[in-house]
């Protein structure tokens, strides 16, 4: 089944503590991202990737850093995290970074306390 | 940069009846213009798109129009069901996605 995965689902966490949050796709797809969504605010583009080794800042790319060793992955790394990175994250992937219907994974709910 | 914007924020419609949202953006650049449904507890899922060189394009019962001169496009669904409860997102594509702030549907039985 082709899918997004993203791990954990939740996640609460305190200040400064490092976290990663994991993404795997299973479609071959070039193209990867990273969300957050906020009430009001929809979701806001923070990282993304058209390949391997290739990765660029999105809309809200502060506090956040990513990687890109694998095609299929493509994780999240939050290195001190605050309060204001409560929110629920949502990886996606699509064939290409225009024109592309983005696959996206379940979410990530995360709380910092 | 992009900007989008999206109308209504929240919409209640009677089971049977029509339901439509209305989004703009800023940059002429865009030519891709999808719509999500995300359900609770769930990411984001694709239900209709359209392409700039196309004014329409239906599905069942979704249709999406497009009026590049303005900016604006919008979604149309007719003969709502409870099912198509969720929150709506349009989104526009020109060197990256930006998506609008989201519609709440709620469909009344």
């Known amino acids: 089944e082709a899918q997004v995965t993203q791990n954990p689902r939740y996640l609460i966490t305190v200040t400064g503590k490092k976290l990663t949050v994991t993404c795997s796709q299973n479609?071959?797809?070039?193209?990867m991202s990273w969300y957050r969504q906020d009430p009001g605010l929809g979701l806001r583009q923070i990282y993304y990737?058209?390949?391997?080794?290739?990765?660029d800042k999105g809309d809200v790319p502060e506090g956040y850093k990513v990687s890109r060793k694998e095609k299929r992955n493509f994780p999240l790394i939050l290195e001190s995290p605050s309060p204001n990175q409560t929110s629920l994250y949502f990886c996606?992937?699509?064939?290409?970074?225009?024109?592309?219907?983005?696959?996206f994974g379940p979410g990530t709910r995360l709380t910092v306390t | 940069g992009e900007n989008v914007e999206q109308h209504p924020s929240t919409l209640s419609v009677q089971e049977g009846d029509s339901a439509v949202i209305k989004c703009t953006y800023s940059?002429?650049?865009?030519?891709?213009f999808p719509w999500y449904k995300q359900e609770l507890g769930k990411g984001p899922q694709l239900i209709i798109d359209?392409?700039?060189?196309?004014g329409e394009k239906k599905d069942q019962r979704i249709a999406v129009t497009l009026n590049k001169t303005a900016k604006h496009f919008s979604l149309h669904i007719t003969e709502t069901q409870p099912e198509d409860s969720a929150v709506y997102f349009c989104?526009?594509?020109?060197?990256?996605?930006?998506f609008g702030p989201g519609t709440r549907l709620s469909v009344l039985p």
């Open positions: 996606a992937s699509s064939l290409g970074r225009g024109g592309y219907e983005q696959y």
């Open positions: 479609m071959n797809h070039e193209y």
């Open positions: 990737s058209m390949n391997v080794e290739v990765t």
């Open positions: 940059d002429s650049a865009s030519n891709y």
């Open positions: 359209i392409r700039s060189n196309v």
């Open positions: 989104a526009a594509n020109g060197q990256n996605f930006v």
